[in-house]
């Protein structure tokens, strides 16, 4: 009499049955991986992709050989690609990640190809090298080297073409759908996006994808799925999409290239459905909108980009633009290169929309920047010209954002809130003279000092305010400058950027800009400096001054210290600069 089981417990046939199909599924769902070293010219491959909605299917691939040291520790595989609807497109954008098997086993993801190539061929990124390379890591970051640096987004990390039978293999570029941005945004930008090896046109937003929207699960994605990565959402959008190449868990791979080589990061993506193709002489692409958010892409490196299903990024910045009647509410990744490269492109195209590119104008930008544990950077300027207008005020709003998040990498971005208020007139004054009531003053005197400033359009305007010598001052010569404020911002950055070491510094030093609108009037005294290992001493006493001077190695340097400054609105953007000199007498 065969062994009854226990009431409640499956018999041992049914529990290796349920194993053996188990195993069974597991293997069809993680298919195994192919080295390299097994990969030889004239195997058969299949490949996986979208064409056309959210259904994935397969197309052929004849392995031509394969590239062997093409960059450090890198390989590639050439393949050509044929079915569906690729003898007329040929490689797409899109494309890149859509994963490619060997007998069944996972080899790699289409990853770069020959522009303006007749045939479908396409460097194949093998799948060993992707696995490795999202291993967390610190990653090499632009710097920005300081608040005026407006040329930071020209150093971000470009892709390298790769030489091949005397041709050149391009990463596929990345589709980058703006939606909700101006005509004019993409001209402007698309070159520097161009650059990076984005490709931007004008896209659609996702519908019912909202910032908040739920989560879709993680059955809706699978190998050769398309994805978009959602780098603002709202108003205004910015999602590049890419091809899924292999899920394990919760863990995702897909693009076989870089996106923006950021590193370690958060970023959250969509599954997107395909429209349309477009057929392209140059470079073919998929028309895709997102759908429902699945997940956060995690690390961003030079051969994959991966990310995590079923979970929402830590940190997406509210960011509020008010323009006018208009007003623009998104969400963006807070990550430290990508935060401020949005923020630009959403404040030119918010001041663009107003369908005002030539004639004098003035834009005036007020607001804050949050940041978690420090005080809020608050922002108060103005910019007028005859053109270019919100190219200007983009740039030079967003640098200093730019430049405190690259100098203290621990700085996290919380809210951004602004309000640019336009008038149809280039409003700007100019500094014409400069002088002090009295001309000569002793310690501890009260001094006047008055600045007289014009335009085409008005009469002369004069501000003026007072500062009290200190009593203890040497007699000598003082030195006074009325320039505009961001002159004064250049002049002191100089002096005490090697001072700005910390999130709470940066955050201090940006809170303590000037307007553009502002006449700083700087009273300063040339004293001399001489660098000790304790640091630099500024103007020592004379007896000590001596002893530093015949010091072997210590040179002293003069240097301006600042004895008061008065800062002055005059409404309006400042131009110019004036000089003269205070003596003080015993």
Same mark, same amino acid.
């Given at each position: ?28 769902? !993680? ?20 064409? !056309? ?25 050439? @393949? ?15 494309? *890149?990640?859509?994963?490619?098997? &060997? ?20 460097? &194949? ?78 896209? !659609?937003?996702?519908? @019912? ?15 050769? *799925? ?273 001072? &700005? ?86």
């Amino acid at each position: 009499m065969g062994a009854v089981p226990y009431p409640g417990r499956p018999s041992p046939l049914l529990v290796l049955g349920c194993v053996f199909l188990a195993s069974a599924a597991l293997s069809h769902a !993680q298919p195994g991986i192919i080295p390299l070293k097994d990969v030889k010219a004239g195997q058969k491959a299949i490949g996986r992709t979208v064409f !056309q909605g959210g259904k994935v299917e397969e197309f052929q691939i004849e392995i031509l050989g394969v590239l062997e040291n093409i960059g450090p520790r890198q390989s590639l595989i050439l @393949g050509r690609l044929s079915g569906g609807p690729l003898a007329e497109t040929g490689v797409m954008q899109g494309m *890149s990640g859509s994963p490619v098997y &060997i007998d069944g086993k996972l080899a790699g993801a289409v990853a770069l190809a020959f522009p303006f190539s007749k045939a479908a061929i396409a460097g &194949i990124r093998p799948i060993e090298e992707m696995f490795a390379a999202t291993v967390p890591e610190p990653a090499v970051r632009a710097a920005v080297h300081s608040p005026f640096d407006t040329h930071w987004m020209d150093r971000l990390p470009r892709p390298a073409p790769i030489d091949a039978g005397g041709s050149r293999l391009l990463e596929v570029s990345t589709p980058l759908a703006l939606s909700g941005f101006t005509r004019g945004t993409l001209e402007h930008f698309s070159p520097q996006l161009e650059s990076l090896g984005l490709s931007p046109r004008q896209g !659609q937003s996702g519908g @019912g994808l909202g910032p908040r929207g739920p989560l879709g699960p993680a059955s809706n994605l699978q190998p050769g *799925s398309m994805i978009s990565v959602q780098l603002m959402s709202g108003d205004m959008s910015v999602g590049a999409d890419g091809t899924v190449t292999h899920i394990d868990g919760n863990r995702i791979w897909a693009f076989g290239h870089r996106f923006l080589a950021a590193g370690s990061t958060e970023m959250p993506f969509a599954r997107a459905e395909v429209i349309a193709l477009l057929p392209s002489v140059n470079n073919s692409f998929k028309i895709s909108a997102p759908k429902e958010w699945m997940g956060v892409i995690t690390e961003d490196r030079n051969t994959t980009v991966g990310g995590e299903l079923g979970r929402r990024p830590v940190r997406l910045v509210p960011v509020t633009i008010e323009a006018g009647r208009q007003t623009y509410r998104m969400e963006m990744c807070g990550d430290r290169i990508l935060a401020p490269m949005l923020l630009q492109m959403a404040v030119f195209s918010a001041i663009d929309a107003r369908e005002r590119a030539l004639g004098p104008e003035t834009v005036r930008v007020t607001g804050k920047v949050e940041f978690a544990g420090q005080r809020p950077v608050v922002i108060n300027s103005a910019y007028s010209g005859d053109f270019a207008i919100a190219l200007q005020t983009a740039i030079n709003t967003v640098t200093p954002l730019a430049y405190a998040m690259s100098a203290a990498p621990d700085l996290k971005l919380e809210r951004v809130t602004l309000r640019l208020d336009a008038a149809p007139a280039a409003a700007k004054v100019q500094i014409d003279q400069l002088w002090t009531v009295p001309k000569t003053a002793r310690p501890g005197q009260e001094v006047e000092i008055f600045a007289s400033l014009s335009t085409d359009a008005a009469a002369p305007r004069i501000l003026s305010g007072k500062f009290r010598v200190p009593d203890h001052l040497s007699p000598g010569p003082l030195v006074v400058t009325a320039s505009d404020g961001a002159t004064a911002n250049v002049q002191e950055y100089l002096v005490s950027s090697a001072t &700005i070491r910390t999130a709470a510094q940066a955050v201090a030093y940006l809170n303590s800009l000037r307007s553009a609108a502002t006449v700083s009037i700087r009273v300063t005294r040339t004293d001399p400096a001489f660098p000790t290992p304790g640091g630099e001493l500024l103007d020592p006493p004379p007896s000590v001054a001596l002893l530093l001077a015949k010091s072997p190695g210590l040179t002293g340097t003069a240097r301006p210290s600042l004895i008061a400054e008065l800062r002055l609105d005059a409404g309006q953007p400042v131009s110019n600069s004036k000089t003269i000199q205070l003596d003080v007498k015993e």
